[in-house]
């Protein structure tokens, strides 16, 4: 394939628009992708031409709008190169994909179990584990992060035992951008008996994704941070592991059979898809995985790597600006502060000149901790930027700088 044109930018719409004098330069992107015309359209045209319930309907409207469905759940399987579309499970995103998993576990881990998670993780990845953790009797351990953004490798070796049932980490940090050797620490979880839940909501937008070589067990992510609605995601998981997992939400379409005496359950993957789903959002998930399939995962990848390196020279030009997380491999999120400001009044005057950035802890507060920072300033990537995006970013930064700290 073609390396990717700067272009591309024609094919959202929102990227057209101006904040007050200034283009917008969107780099939130970590936070929520904005929509190609392919996945708008997708949406538009569930709505004027096939929208109806899904599954069990026997007229030509439901049979269109669950085909569509299906067909969107093929795709994912594809996109993450999953055995079977079995495994694939809709939900509203990596929080309620994790969450079901760890609801699950929490019936079946026994007291004295441990579960490691690191200290990079996003709060969506820790606080269902210690729910987990609180349901069951089992210890929560936690992998440290060194000054350089890097998962403890020496230590993650040592935290694992044979009480390790759970390792639940992050392919890419949403703070740091640190992409993690999954496949790696996959093997070593396995030694110990353990299961790998991995948060891919930071990994999909840039990176190829192929869970059987990863060899993780659980897989989730968010369609709205790589060009989908919001509202939907999935879930992948061992189709072994999953059978084994107590229901998480109950109502109809997850069921077999209904009687007051005994309720018996669907099939994978509906028995954990209670309800009505997010058709428009499966659809719209498809349409993207298509928009991303048509430029090439690894084209995206190459060139969100070469805006990254171009980021991380550019802006440690700028006197008293620190850069958290220096990763040899590093995707998608760039986080800094400057010596002396705080990041929310450093957010704010950037987004006075038209770049959109996202300030805070960034769902990360033990990181935030571990830095012995209330926050920081991210920038993040996607297909859509540009070398100007991260010119415009320096020339703000120094702009905001000169304006807080003269």
């Known amino acids: 394939m073609e390396p990717i044109q700067d272009n591309i930018r024609e094919r959202f719409p929102l990227l057209a628009r101006t904040l007050g004098a200034y283009p917008l330069t969107y780099l939130d992107n970590g ?38 469905m299906e067909a969107a759940r093929e795709k994912v399987r594809g996109f993450l190169h999953a055995p079977s579309a079995r495994e694939i499970i809709f939900t509203r995103g990596t929080t309620e994909s994790i969450n079901l998993v760890a609801a699950g576990y929490g019936h079946l881990l026994q007291p004295g179990n441990e579960i490691l998670v690191s200290q990079m993780e996003h709060h969506s990845n820790i606080v269902p584990w210690q729910l987990a953790c609180a349901a069951s009797g089992a210890h929560l351990r936690v992998i440290p992060v060194t000054e350089q953004g890097l998962l403890d490798e020496a230590a993650y070796r040592s ?24 496949a790696e620490l996959t093997a070593l979880a396995h030694r110990a008996g353990a299961v790998v839940v ?20 659980f897989y989730a992510f968010s369609g709205h941070k790589m060009y989908a609605p919001t509202g939907i995601g999935a879930l992948w998981g061992r189709e072994s592991l999953l059978e084994k997992l107590p229901v998480y939400q109950g109502g109809g379409e997850m069921i077999g059979r209904v009687t007051f005496e005994k309720t018996t359950y669907a099939d994978l993957p509906f028995r954990f898809e209670a309800g009505t789903p997010n058709i428009e959002g499966a659809i719209g998930l498809g349409a993207a995985i298509d928009f991303m399939d048509s430029l090439g995962r690894e084209q995206i990848h190459q060139r969100e790597k070469q805006l990254m390196a171009y980021l991380h020279e550019k802006m440690s030009r700028i ?53 012995g920072i209330p926050g920081t300033v991210r920038a993040s990537l996607a297909v859509y930027n540009t070398f100007q995006d991260i010119d415009r970013l320096f020339e703000a930064t120094q702009k905001a700088r000169e304006m807080l700290l003269g």
């Open 319 to 371: 006197e008293g600006l620190t850069i958290y997380g220096n990763a040899p491999e590093k995707s998608g999120a760039f986080s800094f502060n400057l010596r002396g400001a705080h990041p929310s009044d450093v957010g704010t005057l950037l987004d006075s000149q038209g770049v959109a950035v996202r300030t805070g802890h960034h769902c990360a507060e033990p990181l935030m901790d571990r830095y």
């Open 31 to 68: 936070a929520t992708t904005q929509k190609p015309e392919e996945v708008i359209c997708a949406v538009d045209r569930y709505y004027r031409y096939q929208n109806a319930n899904v599954h069990r309907g026997v007229h030509t409207l439901s049979q269109q709008a669950t085909d569509a």
């Open 198 to 217: 991995v948060d891919g909501a930071q990994a999909v937008p840039h990176l190829p994704v192929d869970v059987q070589a990863l060899g993780c067990d």
């Open 159 to 182: 935290l694992l035992t044979p009480r390790t049932r759970i390792v639940a980490i992050a392919h890419v940090s949403n703070v740091l951008g640190t992409v993690n050797p999954i």
